[in-house]
């Protein structure tokens, strides 16, 4: 069986730093790729980073400089610390993996398998 987690959301004022876990059972974070998403009302789910399984990363242009994503194989979660938050960071925040996802699709949630239920992250101004 195949879970995924998240914690460590919450609230915070602009500008300020929060880190979200997501805590995987089933598959080996060291061998697939993973990928934080966040979700607003109305909205489609946003990609925000990525994780190859070779441990490369990769940023979406609002997050870039100010969020990291990154892995503890022995533990077997990812995180994503989250610096200099601003407003438009709120949202419900999921973590995601698959076994491979094309290059030009490690933003797009259907390219995932398994999901996390999210975790809500609200930044006040």
């Known amino acids: 069986q195949v879970e995924l987690v998240e914690s460590g959301g919450g609230s915070v004022q602009a500008g300020g730093s929060l880190r979200v876990s997501c805590s995987v059972s089933?598959?080996?974070?060291?061998?697939?790729?993973l990928a934080w998403f966040r979700q607003t009302p109305g909205a489609e789910r946003e990609g925000v980073a990525a994780?190859?399984?070779?441990?490369?990363?990769s940023y979406a242009e609002p997050v870039e400089g100010r969020f990291s994503i990154s892995r503890d194989n022995v533990k077997n979660i990812v995180s994503l610390t989250m610096d200099n938050l601003k407003p438009e960071d709120t949202a419900m925040y999921y973590c995601?993996?698959?076994?491979?996802?094309?290059?030009?699709?490690?933003?797009?949630?259907?390219?995932?398998?398994?999901w996390g239920q999210g975790i809500q992250v609200t930044v006040s101004s």
């Open positions: 995601a993996a698959s076994g491979y996802v094309w290059g030009l699709r490690v933003f797009t949630a259907s390219a995932y398998d398994y």
């Open positions: 994780i190859e399984a070779d441990g490369l990363p």
């Open positions: 089933g598959i080996p974070v060291g061998r697939n790729y």
